[in-house]
């Protein structure tokens, strides 16, 4: 492997991980945070992984469906503006720049994506839009997951290509040693964060990220043994799996983080094999140095404000 490989690997590692931590910091903090003291609330807990999500708990003195609509949805409203400024706003042809307004086409998908996923499937951010809109949940998720697909569309067009020409070698050589770097980036971040996640054990954010369908098996499986054990039953392994399975069937939704999740592969698939432009350049010493330093300073910032806040 190339030492060019592993210099691009090491750039979208620093790049992916800056990005994802100060969304969650904009996200929590000056999305919820920020909406719920202006709202009038006290905020009581605070709690942000190092390299997943976090959330945070408030009390709000006058439950009203706007305040705690605002509130919800402004995580996600902070994404898109900065992600949006991003993209609309940062000029030119560097690498660096370039990198810096796909940066904020990564902000406009995630936001978009959990709101999506969020609101058809009743978790995270979307749960109060599940209850609240109802069946109206449908067009504004496929509405979300419309924007998902185009930013990653958008996203991968403009930036594949210029990073593509950072590495030496034929055609074939270049697209191998970019799907190696992405690979390796992106399979960095994914471990971090799933192992966080299973190493801190977070009861409340696995709450919090549960879907709907799963809350519904719960509750009726307890009814299920409640009622069971008021008739002086007692249920062995095999009938438990029997009837949880049962439940699980009749409360299967359609499976639409799936078909958003081929949709939105499909937009990146399809933006890649539209990329154009960019420069004939290594990825400079100076432009990895820098994202090294975002990369950490955001970490960093993650760590200190989440010891020092409520929680």
């Not at 593509?164 to 992106?186: D, M, S, Y």
């Not at 879907?211 to 438990?240: C, F, I, M, N, T």
């Not at 049962?246 to 094999?273: C, D, H, W, Y």
Request: aromatic share 8%; proline share 3%.
């Amino acid at each position: 492997m190339s030492k060019e490989v592993l210099r691009l690997a090491g750039l979208l590692a620093c790049v992916a991980l800056a990005t994802s931590r100060i969304g969650l910091l904009g996200h929590e903090l000056l999305g919820h945070g920020g909406v719920a003291l202006a709202a009038g609330a006290r905020v009581t807990e605070v709690r942000l992984f190092w390299f997943a999500g976090g959330w945070i708990r408030y009390i709000v003195p006058d439950r009203t469906l706007a305040a705690i609509l605002a509130i919800t949805m402004a995580g996600i409203a902070f994404e898109l503006l900065f992600g949006g400024a991003l993209w609309l706003f940062v000029r030119g042809d560097s690498l660096g720049r370039r990198i810096v307004r796909c940066v904020g086409t990564g902000l406009v998908i995630h936001a978009t994506w959990y709101l999506a996923t969020g609101a058809f499937h009743g978790f995270g951010d979307g749960m109060v839009l599940y209850h609240w809109l109802g069946d109206a949940r449908v067009p504004v998720a496929i509405a979300a997951g419309l924007v998902t697909c185009t930013a990653t569309f958008l996203g991968s067009r403009a930036i594949t290509s210029p990073l593509v020409r950072t590495l030496p070698g034929t055609t074939r050589q270049r697209a191998v040693g970019f799907a190696v770097a992405a690979v390796l980036a992106g399979g960095l971040h994914a471990g971090l964060t799933i192992g966080e996640i299973k190493l801190r054990s977070d009861d409340n954010y696995a709450r919090v990220m549960q879907h709907e369908s799963d809350r519904k098996v719960a509750l009726q499986y307890q009814e299920w043994e409640r009622l069971r054990a008021a008739q002086g039953q007692v249920p062995d392994a095999e009938q438990r799996r029997i009837e949880r399975a049962k439940l699980e069937r009749e409360n299967k939704p359609f499976p639409f983080v799936l078909v958003l999740g081929a949709a939105t592969l499909l937009s990146l698939i399809l933006g890649i094999s539209r990329s154009r432009g960019g420069r004939e350049e290594r990825v400079a010493p100076g432009l990895l140095r820098r994202a090294v330093i975002v990369a950490l300073a955001s970490i960093c910032a993650v760590i200190v404000l989440g010891a020092v806040l409520p929680g």
